[in-house]
Each structure stands twice: as structure tokens, then as C-alpha cells.
């Protein structure tokens, strides 16, 4: 069992910064990847930002490339997401996840992030 938890969320101003963690704990762990995600209310789950754990090969959303960065730390277990420039339309609850298998993923219970106008 995998267990991720978030933090880092909050209230900003429209061009601020915030930089979400999520640290994992549980049984040995080696995921294929790690990532970010985000809901918004009255919206789906969307992709923000993937990370191979090996390789550290970063993919991004276009809503976010160039404005946001996602890192990770193998010795401590943790990924992180520096999120700068941020807008309104940010706002959402983030989840981390983090994919041990190809059919197998674990969440975290979410951040919220508010940027206000």
C-alpha cells in the first residue's frame, strides 16, 4: 500500500507562486511515474504535469508549460510542483499520483489552490 500525501495548497494573488509537495510512504516504492492533476468545480479531473521516475522525463500541459515546473526527489520519495505566474483559472483542488503499474495508480486526497483576481 502506497500512501501520498499533498501539501503546499493555498490562497494567491493572479502572478504569485505557490509550490505544492507530495511525499509517498508505504511499501517499497518505485513508480513508473508521478504526476499532478487538478479539478476545478463543475469540471473534470485534468493532467497538469508527469514525471518518470528513473529518467525524470517531464511532460506538461499546454495550460501550464512555461509557468510551471515539476521536480522529484528519489532518496526522499517526493515530487514536487513549483507553480509560478499563477491564474485565476488555476484555481482547482490538486491531486498527486503517483502510477506503480500499468494498471495500478495511487492519489493523494488533494490541495487546494485559490488564486484570486
Known amino acids: 500500500q502506497v500512501q501520498l500525501v499533498e501539501s503546499g495548497g493555498g490562497l494567491v494573488q493572479a502572478g504569485g507562486s505557490l509550490r505544492l509537495s507530495c511525499a509517498a510512504s508505504g511499501r517499497t516504492f518505485s513508480p513508473l511515474n508521478m504526476g499532478w492533476f487538478r479539478q476545478a468545480p463543475g469540471k473534470e479531473r485534468e493532467f497538469v504535469a508527469q514525471?518518470?521516475?528513473?529518467?525524470?522525463?517531464?511532460s506538461y500541459a499546454d495550460s501550464v508549460k512555461g509557468r510551471f515546473t515539476i521536480s522529484r526527489d528519489n532518496a526522499k520519495n517526493t515530487v514536487d510542483l513549483q507553480m509560478n505566474s499563477l491564474k485565476p483559472e488555476d484555481t482547482a483542488v490538486y491531486y498527486c499520483?503517483?502510477?506503480?503499474?500499468?494498471?495500478?495508480?495511487?492519489w493523494g486526497q488533494g490541495t487546494q489552490v485559490t488564486v484570486s483576481s
Open positions: 499520483a503517483a502510477r506503480v503499474s500499468v494498471v495500478l495508480s495511487y
Open positions: 514525471i518518470t521516475w528513473s529518467a525524470g522525463i517531464t
